[in-house]
Structure formats: structure tokens, C-alpha cells
């Protein structure tokens, strides 16, 4: 059994892969761990920018904690490549760290704009620590923020920037928000909601130039008018941290390929979270799920794997919620599936919109959109990633269903997608709590 | 451990689980904030109270990015209001709708079971809700099915 781990990447699935290799392995092993940053939370940036938490809170393994778990960390450096063959892996400064076996989950970046001035000031990704410390910064009331990009991630931190007393245009290339996450009928519910609630949005612009006026930052664009601003939020996409793996063998297409394990195409080294291409749960296809959950359930199967357990993942399942001024907003699965059966609802008088998708009788994907101070919503946002992720054979209640998309309660209960549900867990025994990793003696 | 036990066949939907249970987990008697939730069923004839299961897998405390919820003292899943951001990534992970959000403390809530003394349990006067020990079970399911299956006919 490997007893020298190497973890290349401290984000959400490096930390989970460390807990579970201590509480899965039998014998005491080596662990260490390379990171670019501190291990902290980027879900938790958001609230970090709105000062409802202190820096101290976004933390998730700190220097004391590491050095519980008995992990040898070098922190703020990165990995510069990986000889599969020596099982070494070589640092940016040039250290070279010998494994048994490795974990790969280095994550992704944000992309830029490629535009003339998306590298001035004032101008900002938001996706590590040290760019919400910018924007935190930066950011004060009264401030006009434009927001370029109208996804995921600029979502999460919309509230922020409004509960901070800023004004907020968001201006996105696609012809409507949140592309990846809803469809349009969803998009044109949260476009006018947020439009109700004092948010400027621009459709259809491209983003041409970036320039400095007068200490202000103007905003240029293909057709329109200029935006004049204070702060601009660069919130383009992502891009999966490839490149230091050229050149190393470990298979990779959109992702490192991974197995059921977790496992590269080199049997000892493993991948997790933003950075793997493992199975859909929904499709059976591979795919990249560059989200928290799956970070976390890769992770710790990874960690299992590496701790000598036998443990297979059935895959990943695409699950995203973001809130926007008090509308929750949810997609689950393969809610984009062109070619699923699917049946709609929506509320004429209340923000409140469902689709459902279908493959036979199994639910295969869902939307769900609703006011979060609506009580039965949340039972329903649960409810719904139970049906997708259980896949239980929902027979006469899809008809029922696609008549009535919002009886989802009754159809869940009677389909006793409770019972399917119970025996899964992701490690096949149940979860510890956070505090339970056990420390070196 | 011991779970809260339904027998659905002897619910009346009197609603005082939802009252009992939000004014032990509030101070207040907010059925909105209750986390056990009774259920109608055939056109409000028959009803069934639903809560978390305390299922293994804990999906809202695996999926919770800050080690917000944990595992108390009787064994249940319990959210640490003070770590607690209000993400709500516990409510899309949890695959049983139990999992809620209070808009007005921005935080995460769930069943604890009430630190061992179930209020829910207490307040029913009919027993249709009970503390035992038990393994955990989808204690709705077959109640559901037989209460719905008038619903779905002439659905095709």
C-alpha cells in the first residue's frame, strides 16, 4: 500500500482527499501537500465581500489543522510537472517531491475578456482570495460596478455587491443571463426580477475595450454605449489548470480521464474536482463538473482509493442553486437536454417557474425558480435533486407530473424515493463530521 | 441512535408537530419555520408529517464548504449557526427536501432532533410521530402510495 501521498492542490477536493485518506487508512502514512494558496473556501468568497464574515472564516485547513492531520504542506507553491515514470513531481521552485501516489486537483482559473485594458486597474476576476481582497477593497457604497459575464459565478456575488450599497450593471456577450445554468424562459424570469430590483443588464454586447478616464474605468463595446464606471468584475469563465501536465502521460481531453477510482490513466496517480473528467451520473458520459459538490465527492473518493478502501463512484451529478435578491434559482442534471420530454410550469402572478425532464419515466433533469421565502420551495429544490440523482421509475406519476409540474411532494413520497435513496452513501459507510478526522498521535 | 418514527395512518394534520417544532427550534410559533412539515394527501384528507431522515450519507454535511453542520451529541446532523454562511449548498445537495433556509437569519436549518427530546414527538396527540430506536426508514412510502393511488387514475 502507498504510504507516501502527494496532494497537488488544496482547494475543496485536495482537502476532502486528506480526510478521508486519515480516516480510511489502516496504517499511518505520508502526506503532503502542494498548494498555490492557503486552503480556504471560494464558496464562501461571497460573504467574505459583503463583510458578513471575517477572512479568518474562509479558511478550511489551517496551518494549525494541516499540522493535526499530520500533513507536511508546501504552501504558495505550485507544481511544475510530473515525471509519472520517477514519481516525482517537480515544483515551480524547484523541489522535488517523491510519491507513492499522487492526487492531481489543481482546479481551474478564471478567463479575462481578451480585451485591450482587462489587465488595469480596477479590474477584477473574482475568484481567489487575493481578488476578493481587491474587490473588497475597492468596492465602497455608492460605487457603480459592471459586472462583464452573467454566470454562475457572477451570481454568487450580485447580493454582495448591492448589500454594499453599490450600483450594479451586469453586460454579458450571450444573448441572455445565466446560459449555462437555466433556459430562457428561467433567464427572462431572473433578467426581470433583477431589473425590478434596480440591476442594470445589457444582452448581445460585446465587450470591446477597457479604458482609464478621469480615475473612472469606461467600458466600450461593438454596438451601444459606453458604460462609465468605478470597478469592473471580470466574470467570463473558467479554464481547467492543464497546461503543467503537458508533456506528462497522464491522459487528459477536457480533464484528466478518470475512472470509477478516480484514477488517471496512470494507475497511481489520481484526479478530483475541477480538473477531472469523470463519469455523469445523469448521462453515463464523461464530464467536467466544475462545481463544489462533485470537488467534494471526488476528493474523498480519491482518498479512499489511495487509503487501500475499494470504492467506486457512480459519478457526478450537475447541481448549481445561486439566490438573487431573494429568488432562488436551481438546475440539476442534464437540465439542457434537447432531446428529453420535458413539461414546464409557470406562475403567471408570482416569480415561480419549474421544468422537467425526462428519460422514460425517470426524471433526468430539472429547473426550479421560485421567491426563497416561498416555505414549500426549498422541500421541492431537495426534492427534485433526489428524483434526478435517485433516477427512481416515477411510472404514472410523470403523466401526473407534466400536468402539474409543482406537485412534486406527493410523486417524491410515493415513489418512495426515500427507500432508494437511505442506503446510498458516497464511501459506502456513513459520514463522519468535519471535527471527527482523526489527528496524529 | 434514535430517529423520529412515523406511523402516517395516524395522522389527523392537526399541525401542532409544526407548531411544537417551531417554537422550540425559534422562540416562536412560525409554522415557516418548523422543519417538520405535514403533508397533504388526497385533496387534504389524509396527511403525513415529513422531517430529515438523519440519512448515513449526510449530504448536507459532506457537501457544506465550511464545516458548518456536524453530528450532536443523540446523533443528529446539526447546523452550527456561527460557521454557517448561508450558501445553500446544503439545500440542493440533501436528495430529501429537508434542508431549509431562514431568510431572515441567513442561515441553513434542519431537524436536530431537538438536542434528544423531540418537540414534534411530544406535541403529537395521536403518536403519529415518535422518538425511538430504530434504524432510520422511508417511513411515507407505502402510506403515500396507497393514499395516491385514487389521485392517478385516469392518469396516462
Known sequence: MATRHLIIGGGTAGINAIRTLREEESERSEITLVSAEKPYSRMVLPYYLDRSIAESHVYTATARVLADWGVKAHLGRRAAALDVKGNVCTLEDGTKVEYDDCLIATGSSPVKAPVPGADGRAVHSFWTLDEAQAVVAELTPGSHVVMVGAGFIAFTILNSILALGAKLTIVEVAPRILPRMIDDTGARLVEAWLKKHGVAIRTGVKLTKIADVKGRKQLKFASGADIVCDLVIMATGITTNLDWLKGSGVRVNHGVVVDDRQRSSVPNVYAAGDIAEGRDRVTGEPAVHAIEPTAQEHGRVAGANMAGKDVRYRGSLLINIVEVCHLDVASFGAWDDATAETATGLKADRPAYRKLLWRGDRLTGAIILGPSQDIWTTNDVGMLKGLVQSGVSLARWKAHLKKNPFDVKNAFIASKTTHTLLPETILGRPSKAPGDTPVAV | ?156
Request: charged fraction near 20%; charge should be negative; glycine fraction near 8%.
Open chain 2, 1 to 156: 441512535m434514535s430517529v423520529l418514527k412515523i406511523y402516517p395512518e395516524k395522522c389527523t394534520g392537526c399541525l401542532r408537530c409544526e407548531l411544537a417544532c417551531s417554537y422550540m427550534q425559534t422562540g416562536e410559533f412560525q409554522p415557516a419555520k418548523s422543519v417538520i412539515r405535514v403533508s397533504p394527501f388526497e385533496g387534504h384528507t389524509s396527511y403525513a408529517p415529513y422531517t430529515c431522515t438523519q440519512c448515513a450519507e449526510g449530504w448536507c454535511m459532506t457537501a457544506c464548504p465550511v464545516g458548518a453542520i456536524t453530528i450532536g451529541a443523540v446523533g443528529a446532523k446539526d447546523v452550527l449557526d456561527d460557521t454557517c454562511v448561508g450558501c445553500k449548498l446544503c439545500t440542493i445537495a440533501c436528495p430529501y427536501g429537508t434542508m431549509f433556509y431562514d431568510p431572515d437569519t441567513r442561515k441553513a436549518f434542519k431537524c436536530n432532533l431537538c438536542g434528544g427530546a423531540p418537540a414534534c414527538a411530544e406535541a403529537c396527540p395521536t403518536a403519529a410521530i415518535t422518538y425511538e430506536d430504530v434504524a432510520t426508514a422511508d417511513w411515507l412510502g407505502d402510506f403515500a402510495r396507497e393514499r395516491t393511488a385514487r389521485v392517478l387514475v385516469g392518469v396516462s
